[in-house]
């Protein structure tokens, strides 16, 4: 699985406009909070680059205010550990904690 780094609010603009080619993950993790690291290591583990989706890493310790930005952008309530799934500009989905599945994942995009 290879990470795109987002560390600027800037970003979430080329987010929006890439998403509209692919869908666009985006995953905010704490790197403080060990649900958070299980939840990533399962996400990387199942993860299969045949789906399809373009995935982000947020570190929202490091980058706190763009932890916010996405929040607001996105019309989501913050979570730690987030995903959010982002087709055509907007989120279609966001899980959190125990219920981010690649599996879930894969069937939004499919359903989208």
């Known amino acids: 699985m290879n990470w795109n780094k987002l560390q600027d609010n800037a970003q979430l603009a080329q987010i929006k406009q890439e998403s509209a080619e692919q869908p666009v993950l985006i ?64 989120c279609i989905y966001d899980a959190s904690h125990f219920e981010i599945s690649f599996d879930e994942l894969k069937q939004q995009v499919v359903s989208a």
Not at 28 to 50: G, Q, V
């Open 27 to 90: 995953f905010k993790h704490s790197t403080r909070c060990s649900i958070s690291s299980t939840a990533m290591s399962r996400l990387e583990r199942n993860w299969s680059d045949s789906a399809g989706i373009k995935p982000y890493y947020l570190d929202l310790i490091s980058f706190r205010s763009v932890s916010g930005q996405v929040a607001d952008e996105f019309g989501v309530d913050h979570q730690s550990p987030q995903v959010l799934l982002i087709q055509n500009g907007e």
